[in-house]
Structures are given as structure tokens and as C-alpha cells.
């Protein structure tokens, strides 16, 4: 029996990937840009049994049991035998495969990216295989294919047809640029009303501004961006994930019928960061969504814990929720001054509009875990209960 346990991060993009030139191989319109968030608050963890005495090949995810004829998870296991030694003796056997998230399943929470990074890197270790993966890991899920590397991350459209070289690499690694920090802010735990998939297929077909997008604006918007992460220029950086943001939404809202990933909250989260830049005189906060109402905001640590004050004030917890109301790295405390205090009075909102706040920061690609403890199964190779 063979057995190997991995965990990988989840990725939030700063320049979005929307759209597919294929949509077998998952080959996307433009390249795209995100930050690895750390391990240590929000991850997949993936262990992964192989065994002669295995009669068929099962998958559970959060604790049940998936169907594996699944289109993707059968692409990426056959991807990543084709790239095993052929002597590898395990090849033939069958697979037990259990998987976790720590966040919010399909909550627009980058849960597909951590879970197929996960599941390809997990396998490769199975299988001894070695070098770029990412490209596997892209035909699960194509944001996956981010989620192979720590730090700063670019997944290159690539040319070619076969997608060879459609795959990610780091721009810079998670120790670049350390006083960068991360909110999740999580309006929703509700499973999205379309998914990206279908939605970026709808915006293909319909929206010439998503044409216009990838063949106009992200190429240059990419090389911006390189440029404001290497050099750790907070405001360039800043101002690139806001308006890549929103482009990406007005994308969504070109597509015919239109989709709509922003609530009411997340537009309040947007009018409050802009408010708050203008009224500290300096871009301090960029806030960037993908397909769904979650707001993710990037920021360096010496704003943190005036913005989280600024947060908690203008989205009070529900009373029930305030002992988990912060999850990750420990919140620091500040008091806000009676200005800005003034200024926030008007975007107050009702208690509970936001579930929960994850504050995390920039972290490494995934890891393999060793300790027996570390794996999802029992000894007899079925998931622990
Ligand atoms: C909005 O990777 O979930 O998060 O390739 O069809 O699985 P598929 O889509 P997926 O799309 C993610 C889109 C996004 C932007 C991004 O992460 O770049």
C-alpha cells in the first residue's frame, strides 16, 4: 500500500482569468496574476491511498462520496499517469482519495484551485512524479493551476493548441514582499448561483467587452502588474486589482443574460475602501472579488488594524457570532479617530451582513505532510470518521 497526505493553498487572482479558448484542456483567454495564501488558515488537505487490494477507485470531498466519473478528476488522473515512470508499480492499482476544505465549498472562497492543486499534487506524489504540474492541475480547475507555487504567481495563456504550455510560474516568491497581508471578508456561505464555469462560457460567447479585455488590456495590465509587485509599489498595486476587479464584474454584466456575482454588501465594501483611500489621502487598501459577494482585500500590516476596526464598526457581528467572528493570524487592536469615525457613519450596516472575517497573508505552494497523524484515513485505508 501506498499512502501520501499533501495540503495546498488557495489563490485570489489580482488580474482575473475569465474565459476559455478551450474548454477541454480548460486554455484560457489571458494570463492571469494571484498571491498564495498561507497554509496555515485556509487550505485542502488531500490524502490519497493506493493498494492491490483496492476493487475500485473512490473519492470523498468534506466527507462524501463523489461520483469520479466526473469529466475533470478523470483528465487530471490520467494527465498525471501519463507523465509517471512507466515502472512505477502502483500505476494499475485503485485509489482511495479523501479530501477536506477548511472554508466555504464553491463560495466564490477559491475552494476548486486549493482542492485539484491538492488532489494533482497529492497524486504526483503517488505516482513519483516530478517538475511543473500546474498544467494538470489546470484541466481540473484553471485557477488551480496558480495554486502549485507560493507567493506571487502568473498562469501563461500560453499558444499552443495542446496547451504545453499553458502553465503557471512565480513571479515572486512568499518571503517578497512580507508586510503584504490579506482579509477575507465572507458575506456568503451560500453555494454561488452559477458557477464560474458556466458563467465565463456565457461571457465568451456574448461579451465583446471580455474580447476587448483579454485582447487589449490584460497583456499591458499584466506587465503593470509584474512591475508594481517587484518593486513592492503598494499603490500601483493596488489600483490594478481594483480596476481588474471591476472590469472582470462589468465583464459579468456584459454577458448575455447577464451574471451577477456583487451583492448589496459587496458594493458597500467597495464604496467604503474608496472612501477610506480618499480620506487618508493615500491608496491603502485594494479590494478584489471573484465569482461571488466575498470581498478580498489586500493590504500592508501597518493599516491593519485601523481598516479591521473601520470594518467591525461598519459591519457589526451578529452577538451569536462574535467570539469566531475573526479567524487566522491574531487581529491587532486600535481605536479610530473621531474623523474617520464621523466619515463611517454612513456606511454602518445592520448587524450579521458579514459571516465571518479571515486574516491571513502571503504564504509558500503546497506541502507534503509526513506525519501519520497528518492522513485523512484510518489504517485500514477508508476515510477517519
Ligand atoms: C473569478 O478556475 O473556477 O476566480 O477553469 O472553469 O474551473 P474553471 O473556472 P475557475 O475560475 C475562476 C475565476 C475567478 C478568477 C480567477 O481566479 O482568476
Redesign the pocket.
Known amino acids: 500500500m501506498k499512502i501520501a497526505t499533501c495540503k495546498a493553498p488557495v489563490?485570489?487572482?489580482v488580474i482575473?482569468?475569465?474565459g476559455?479558448r478551450d474548454e477541454n484542456l480548460?486554455l484560457p483567454i489571458n494570463d492571469?496574476i494571484?498571491a498564495t495564501l498561507s497554509l496555515d488558515h485556509m487550505c485542502a488537505k488531500t490524502t490519497i491511498v493506493s493498494s492491490p487490494d483496492l476493487t475500485e477507485t473512490r473519492f470523498w470531498l468534506n466527507g462524501e462520496l463523489q461520483s469520479t466519473g466526473n469529466k475533470r478528476f478523470q483528465k487530471c488522473l490520467e494527465e498525471i499517469k501519463k507523465r509517471a515512470k512507466p515502472d512505477v508499480e502502483c500505476l494499475n492499482w485503485h485509489l482511495n482519495i479523501v479530501s477536506e476544505n477548511n472554508f466555504p465549498t464553491a463560495a466564490?472562497l477559491?475552494s476548486?484551485?486549493a482542492g485539484y492543486a491538492c488532489l494533482v499534487y497529492t497524486l504526483a506524489q503517488i505516482y513519483e512524479v516530478d517538475g511543473n504540474i500546474s498544467s494538470v492541475g489546470r484541466m481540473?480547475?484553471?485557477?488551480?493551476c496558480r495554486s502549485f507555487f507560493g507567493g506571487w504567481v502568473r498562469w501563461l495563456k500560453g499558444e499552443k493548441n495542446d496547451g504545453s504550455d499553458s502553465l503557471a510560474i512565480q513571479v515572486a516568491p512568499e518571503n517578497h514582499w512580507p508586510e503584504m497581508r490579506v482579509l477575507v471578508l465572507v458575506v456568503s456561505d451560500h453555494k454561488k448561483a452559477y458557477?464560474?464555469?458556466s458563467g465565463?462560457k456565457t461571457s465568451v460567447e456574448t461579451s465583446e467587452l471580455l474580447k476587448y479585455r483579454a485582447e487589449n488590456i490584460v497583456p499591458r495590465r499584466v506587465e503593470e502588474m509584474v512591475q508594481a509587485i517587484q518593486n513592492k509599489d503598494f499603490p500601483t498595486f493596488a489600483k490594478l486589482t481594483m480596476q481588474d476587479s471591476n472590469q472582470?464584474h462589468s465583464s459579468c454584466l456584459d454577458t448575455y443574460p447577464p451574471c451577477f456575482y456583487l451583492n448589496d454588501t459587496s458594493r458597500v465594501i467597495i464604496e467604503l475602501i474608496h472612501a477610506y483611500n480618499e480620506f487618508r489621502e493615500e491608496t491603502k487598501v485594494a479590494y478584489t472579488f471573484?465569482?461571488g459577494p466575498n470581498a478580498c482585500l489586500y493590504l500592508l500590516e501597518k493599516d491593519v488594524a485601523e481598516v479591521i476596526e473601520m470594518i467591525n464598526y461598519v459591519f457589526p457581528s451578529e452577538p451569536i457570532a462574535m467570539s469566531s467572528y475573526f479567524k487566522g493570524k491574531a487581529v491587532p487592536y486600535t481605536t479610530i479617530d473621531e474623523k474617520l469615525m464621523y466619515m463611517l457613519i454612513n456606511f454602518r450596516q445592520p448587524e450579521g451582513k458579514l459571516k465571518y472575517i479571515i486574516y491571513t497573508e502571503v504564504g509558500s505552494g503546497p506541502l507534503v505532510l509526513k506525519e501519520a497523524e497528518d492522513h485523512l484515513v484510518a489504517e485500514n485505508g477508508e476515510p477517519k470518521i
Open positions: 489563490n485570489i487572482a482575473k482569468y475569465w476559455k480548460i492571469s494571484s466564490g477559491a476548486s484551485a481540473g480547475s484553471g485557477s488551480a458557477s464560474s464555469t465565463m472582470f471573484d465569482a
